[in-house]
Each structure stands twice: as C-alpha cells, then as structure tokens.
T-cell receptor, first 114, second 116 residues
C-alpha cells in the first residue's frame, strides 16, 4: 500500500514564525502536491512537484514556498506565518503522466497560527 | 477555466438506502479524468472511483458507481445500500488536462450523513 506521511497532525505556531511541514511518500512517486483545505472552499493547490528540485506554483502559492531535495520528500514552508494561513494542509503523491492515476493523500496537518 | 461544482453542501440518507451526490464540471478539453474521494472525520482523503472521458461505460467499484453524462458534463456519485460508515465529506475532482501536469481540481465537497 502507498503510504504518505506528514510530520505533524496538529501544529500551533505564532504569527511571524517560520513553519516547516514535511511530507514523505514511500512508493517512488514522481508527483507530489501540497493543498490547503478550508470549509466551503474545498481543496486548493498550493504547489506541486513532478521531479526532484522541480516545483510549480498552484492556485494559491502566495506566502508559501516548497523544497524537494529527495524524491520521497516534499516540504512546505511558511516563511512568516500569518493568521490567515490557519488551515488544514494535505500532502499527496501520484505517478507521473497517467491521467488515470489517482493521488494518494497523507493524514493532513491542522495548523493554527495565533 | 476548468471548474468542478458540487451544489449540495449536505445530504442525509437513511441506512440501506441509495444516495446520489451531484457533480458538474466545466472543461474545454476532450481528454480528462474525473475522480471521487471520501474524507472521513479522521481527515485522510480516500480514493473511491475514477471515470475517463473516453470510457464508454460508467465506472463501478463495489457499492459506488459513477453516473457519467458527458453531454451534460455531470459525474454524479451513486452510493447504494448506504452504511453508517459512509458518513463523511465527499469530493469530486477533475484531472487538469490542459498540459502535461497531473493536477487535480476539486469541488467544494458534500457532507453526507447516514442515519439509522
């Protein structure tokens, strides 16, 4: 079974702190994704990566950056956390290049910025 | 622009009854894929079913089936014989076919509650 793990289930940070959210997958997937989920808005794509050191902006990249130094690991970075970044963050991975391939999701990190 | 619309914020169904969750989509691509995911209260997204735009038959996976009506651009999820464990958020999603990426575009979700 594909396993996608995220470093924390719950996280509380202060405004202005630098925040790292880590995601690891164990199935050698090329694609990795970071979403945020807010009530009434569904899932919105922040960034994605289709290869090591490659990244592309999603729909809401402002205030975030990412890092992919190894194929299995994709990190989301909040350079200076703000209260409007309080949200559920979901990481996902998938095989590259197949329209039929589903994305596999991690359990999510619920981040609260105070 | 591609878009997924789920117009039902919440649905109720009695155990053992069937329920349909609506999903409409908008795309100018000829080749695309449609997905349904389930999100229980634990938070993890669980893949349920996939329908390709060129698939002639509606997809089925156990108690889940996808009612695909291409001309209407709808991809409704049908859950037969509902169980209490089906209570969850359900998201419809479409594969972005505009380029070579494998991005998904999600709807806003429908919360299904199954009562005894």
């Amino acid at each position: 079974d594909v396993k996608v793990t995220q470093s924390s289930r719950y996280l509380v940070k202060r405004t202005g702190e630098k925040v790292f959210l880590e995601c690891v997958q164990d199935m050698d997937h090329e694609n990795m994704f970071w979403y945020r989920q807010d009530p009434g808005l569904g899932l919105r794509l922040i960034y994605f990566s289709y290869d090591v050191k490659m990244k592309e902006k999603g729909d809401i990249p402002e205030g975030y950056s990412v890092s992919r130094e190894k194929k299995e690991r994709f990190s989301l970075i909040l350079e200076s956390a703000s209260t409007n970044q309080t949200s559920m963050y979901l990481c996902a991975s998938s095989l590259l290049g197949g329209k039929v391939y589903e994305q596999y999701f991690g359990p999510g990190t619920r981040l609260t910025v105070t | 622009a591609q878009k997924i619309t789920q117009t039902q914020p919440g649905m109720f169904v009695q155990e053992k009854e069937a329920v349909t969750l609506d999903c409409t989509y908008d795309t100018s691509d000829q080749s695309y894929g449609l997905f349904w995911y389930k999100q229980p209260s634990s938070g993890e997204m669980i893949f349920l079913i996939y329908q390709g735009s060129y698939d002639e038959q509606n997809a089925t996976e156990g108690r889940y089936s996808l009612n695909f009506q291409k001309a209407r651009k709808s991809a409704n999820l049908v859950i037969s014989a509902s169980q209490l464990g089906d209570s969850a958020m359900y998201f419809c999603a479409m594969r972005d076919g505009s380029g070579n990426t494998d991005k998904l575009i999600f709807g806003t979700g429908t919360r299904l509650q199954v009562f005894p």
